[in-house]
């Protein structure tokens, strides 16, 4: 009942298919405790270079060195220093990548092709591979990191018929660091009452609790309705970005929740403004401001249409969300 028309990656999707561990500081000779090889430990790389500037415009000229390449922990290796705040599961990097078989060396995903750009991965999300999110912790803005993601990290013993790997293929990736920044964890500020006919938002246990939210006894409206409930001041959303957002849906004909990422205990992620969520996502989050709080009524026409998204949601279906927008990236 997520606001994602469809559960289908993008040719991206090697990156949010992958998983990595954590990062731990330049020079240090131990393994961290969740499995992760710190630089001067991380054997399985050290013949693997690549040069050219980090100017997010050019691939680097990778060399693996030897293979086949293999680890049993996230590996992590500097090539490219950077500069500012050290990556946290807390955090979103920016970066364009390049990600290999360590096995037979073959390049597999490519971030500098023909039409990619920057891409963008909150780390705390849980639905990237562990090995992805994990080896990315410790990253600097201008920087760029080689890491591996070792079997249990990435496609675990299955491994990955369509990308050419399998269940004992170590995958060696290659980043360039655009940007590491803190997305907020809550909305701040005072709420504005919703307009006149469209559902009262009450947070009646705080900004991280899931508000209660009141549906008035008429007719639902026949075209989508927004109202911004708290005006953020930060980035403005753009088509193609990823927004993470906490968000709670109720049905208008009888207020029950269908859906709520605040029940759950986490913020979620989608890309919008590109087909990938219900019409009436992409219709109105594109042009806000992260730090918003948004009321929306969706009609089916702009929801799950006619079939709905059973076993809670008919055809005939308006739909009330309460979005607070996190993040952009």
């Known amino acids: 009942m997520r606001p994602n028309r469809t559960a289908a990656r993008t040719a991206a999707a090697l990156i949010a298919a992958l998983g990595l561990t954590t990062v731990a500081a330049c020079g240090s000779s131990t393994s961290g405790s969740n499995g ?42 500097v090539l490219t220093p950077g500069t500012g705040k050290a990556a946290t599961k807390a955090d979103t990097v920016r970066l364009r990548a390049q990600i290999y078989n360590g096995t037979t060396g073959k390049l597999i995903d490519d971030g500098y092709a023909a039409g990619r750009s920057e891409e963008g991965y909150r780390l705390g999300r849980t639905d ?26 990435g496609f675990g013993s299955a491994g990955n018929e369509q990308l050419g790997v399998k269940g004992t293929d170590t995958i060696v990736v290659v980043a360039d660091i655009a940007d ?18 469209l559902p009262k938002v009450e947070f009646k246990n705080g900004p991280t609790k899931e508000p209660t939210v009141t549906v008035p006894k008429s007719a639902a409206p ?41 029940q759950r205990g986490a913020a979620a992620d989608f890309p919008i403004g590109v087909g990938g969520v219900i019409p009436g996502w992409d219709k109105t989050l ?28 008919s055809g005939t279906d308006t739909l009330v969300f309460v979005v607070d927008i996190l993040d952009a990236y």
Do not use: C, M, N
């Not at 050219?52 to 086949?68: C, E, M, N, Q, Y």
């Not at 042009?287 to 809670?312: C, E, F, H, N, Q």
């Open 128 to 153: 990237i591979v562990a090995g992805f999110t994990d080896g990315l912790v410790g990253a600097t803005k201008g920087g760029r990191i080689a890491f591996t993601i070792p079997p249990d990290k």
């Open 286 to 313: 594109v042009g806000k401001k992260v730090g918003s709080r948004v009321l929306l009524v969706i009609p089916p026409t702009d929801g799950y249409g006619k079939a709905g998204s059973p076993p809670k949601i």
């Open 36 to 77: 992760t090889a710190t630089t001067s430990a991380a054997a399985a790389l050290k013949s693997v270079t690549a040069t050219g500037a980090v100017d997010l415009k050019t691939a680097p000229k990778v060399t693996l060195g030897a293979t086949p390449i293999s680890s049993k922990v996230v590996e992590h290796k």
């Open 222 to 262: 026949t075209t989508t309705q927004q109202a911004t409930l708290i005006q953020g001041t930060g980035a403005t959303v753009q088509k193609g970005q990823t927004i993470s957002a906490q968000y709670h849906g109720v049905l208008w004909k009888d207020g029950s929740v269908f859906d709520s990422s605040w």
């Open 180 to 197: 590491v920044h803190t997305p907020l964890t809550q909305v701040d500020g005072t709420q504005a009452a919703a307009p006149a006919g």
